[in-house]
T-cell receptor
Framework: DAKTTQPPSMDCAEGRAANLPCNHSTISGNEYVYWYRQIHSQGPQYIIHGLKNNETNEMASLIITEDRKSSTLILPHATLRDTAVYYCIVRPRSGGSNYKLTFGKGTLLTVNP | EAGVTQFPSHSVIEKGQTVTLRCDPI?????LYWYRRVMGKEIKFLLHFVKESKQDESGMPNNRFLAERTGGTYSTLKVQPAELEDSGVYFCASSLGATTNEKLFFGSGTQLSVL
């Protein structure tokens, strides 16, 4: 089962920042936070991941709280093409099944014009 | 560089028939995974190949499902005989390695409809 909790849906205006929250209160020190998204009719797409420090790449920023029990994915300037289901996934850093992704229900982000 | 390719994109078959799905991973990726999403459920892991060897097939639902990766390149997933509950989207993914820092690259999936 997924170890994360996300709101089922969110709306965002085009051009504004989209902030997607995720709770992972049972995360252990050995686990990363990953974000993937699935745009309609496509496969899941990697966005970003982090352990405890905030991370930024060309797609998004990831803010992880100091206690690591929650995180926020930030899309700084959302476009219509960012409409997708966003998945927050906790993934072991090492160990037998660290290659597996356990998907939850995710958050459907709708970017409105 | 080509991404993960899956064929066919859609398949409609009758209950009891056989269907074979194909996945071509990114060139050089030793690790290949199958996932699926059945109606109304989350995306679930099915199995993991390293080259031609099955490392983990704990997610395979039953013995009607057979995955192969002969030669460590492309993979096939055969469902025989197909049942109604097998309907869903089957995703293939690949990665260079299998450590936590490795990104998985997914194909667009095969939409399987069993009537």
């Amino acid at each position: 089962d997924a170890k994360t909790t996300q709101p089922p849906s969110m709306d965002c205006a085009e051009g504004r920042a989209a902030n997607l929250p995720c709770n992972h209160s049972t995360i252990s020190g050995n686990e990363y936070v990953y974000w993937y998204r699935q745009i309609h009719s496509q496969g899941p797409q990697y966005i970003i991941h982090g352990l405890k420090n905030n991370e930024t790449n060309e797609m998004a920023s990831l803010i992880i709280t100091e206690d690591r029990k929650s995180s926020t994915l930030i899309l700084p300037h959302a476009t219509l093409r960012d409409t997708a289901v966003y998945y927050c996934i906790v993934r072991p850093r090492s160990g037998g099944s660290n290659y597996k992704l356990t998907f939850g229900k995710g958050t459907l982000l709708t970017v409105n014009p | 560089e080509a991404g993960v390719t899956q064929f066919p994109s859609h398949s409609v078959i009758e209950k009891g028939q056989t269907v074979t799905l194909r996945c071509d991973p990114i060139s050089g990726h030793d690790n290949l995974y199958w996932y699926r999403r059945v109606m109304g459920k989350e995306i679930k892991f099915l199995l993991h190949f390293v080259k031609e060897s099955k490392q983990d097939e704990s997610g395979m639902p039953n013995n009607r499902f057979l995955a192969e990766r002969t030669g460590g390149t492309y993979s096939t997933l055969k469902v025989q005989p197909a049942e109604l509950e097998d309907s869903g989207v089957y995703f293939c993914a690949s990665s260079l390695g299998a450590t936590t820092n490795e990104k998985l690259f997914f194909g667009s999936g095969t939409q399987l409809s069993v009537l």
